[in-house]
């Protein structure tokens, strides 16, 4: 059974940093694919920045340079080193990893930008 743990969320000032990590464990080849999402206010995920062979990095047109996505492929682990929080980064972040065809949700990491 693949599951998929977020950490690292938490209360941060405007203009903090946090890094957060995935870990997707269980029955997996090599994935190649790992991404953190957020929700909408209409209650849809968006992208936040992804990770995958061939096609590189992508990141969400808001992020702005202030995220950086990385990956320890060994691990199965992704990491997103985020910095100079708003508070409309406000949210909970969610890993995503599709394996053999199936996408495995991690259930998410409350950010919370606030002074």
């Known amino acids: 059974q693949v599951q998929v743990v977020e950490s690292g969320g938490g209360l941060v000032q405007p203009g903090g940093s946090l890094l957060l990590s995935c870990a997707v464990s269980?029955?997996?080849?090599?994935?190649?694919?790992m991404g953190w999402y957020r929700r909408t206010p209409a209650d849809r995920y968006e992208i936040v920045a992804t990770m995958s062979r061939g096609e590189g990095e992508l990141y969400g047109n808001f992020v702005k340079g202030r995220f950086t996505i990385s990956r320890n492929s060994r691990l199965n682990e992704v990491y997103m080193q985020m910095n100079n929080f708003t508070a409309e980064d406000t949210d909970i972040y969610s890993c995503?990893?599709?394996?053999?065809?199936?996408?495995?949700w991690g259930q998410g990491t409350q950010v919370t930008v606030s002074s």
């Open positions: 269980g029955n997996t080849e090599s994935i190649y694919f």
């Open positions: 995503r990893a599709p394996v053999e065809g199936k996408d495995y």
